[in-house]
Antibody, heavy 117, light 109 residues
């Protein structure tokens, strides 16, 4: 069974940092692009970043460029999102999701990040 | 960056009726790489359709996608009670970001 499990969310002050993790199981992790997608409370989905199978290509949405960094460790079937200089507008549930043949075919349950003083 | 605009914002229908949801892109979506997702409260999104018209694994055939270029449609032929949810389109064919539409809420009339 394909599973993606996020962790690392919590309350952080504006300007602070947080590192999210996503552990995958049930599929060949190193064969897939993986994305981070977020959803602010009561709002729609926002694509945040993705990373190629070998980690050689990383893409980010403009609003997080220079502040967020996506990493993967294929030996551990894990994906991280290092988030620095956090702002109130970064408050959201963060999902990791596998990029399949088309679109994101498997999603984690999400982890909530709250940026507030 | 491609902007996806979904309409209507809210659609009120009854079980058994047909639902038609629209997604319009600000520029052509390469290779019709357009996906549709369903999201229910407190749950992660679920992939319904990719490549504009291919149903994902396990998705009932009452869900169908169509379109190309800048105009795409998700049709639910006969609404079941479990279909009332929020629906999002996403383009993944052009350079990132792989943007989502703002969503259409399908509610029971």
């Amino acid at each position: 069974e394909v599973q993606l499990v996020e962790s690392g969310g919590g309350l952080v002050q504006p300007g602070g940092s947080l590192r999210l993790s996503c552990v995958a199981s049930g599929f060949a992790f190193s064969s897939y692009w993986i994305s981070w997608v977020r959803q602010a409370p009561g709002k729609g989905l926002e694509w945040v970043a993705n990373i190629k199978q070998d980690g050689s290509v990383k893409n980010y949405v403009g609003s997080v460029k220079g502040r967020f960094t996506i990493f993967r460790d294929n030996a551990k079937n894990s994906l991280d999102l290092q988030m620095n200089s956090l702002r109130g507008e970064d408050t959201a549930v963060y999902y990791c999701a596998r990029e399949g043949i088309g679109g994101n075919d498997y999603w984690g349950q999400g982890t909530l990040v709250t940026v507030s003083s | 960056e491609i902007v996806l605009t979904q309409s209507p914002g809210t659609l009120s229908l009854s079980p058994g009726e047909r639902a038609t949801l629209s997604c319009r892109a600000s520029q052509s979506v390469s290779n019709s790489y357009l996906a549709w997702y369903q999201q229910k409260p407190g749950q992660a999104p679920r992939l319904l359709v990719y490549g504009a018209s291919t149903r994902a694994t396990g998705i009932p055939d009452r869900f169908s996608g169509s379109g190309s270029g800048t105009d795409f449609t998700l049709t639910i032929s006969r609404l079941e009670p479990e279909d009332f949810a929020v629906y999002y389109c996403q383009q993944y064919g052009n350079s990132p970001p792989h943007t989502f539409g703002q969503g259409t809420k399908l509610e029971i009339k």
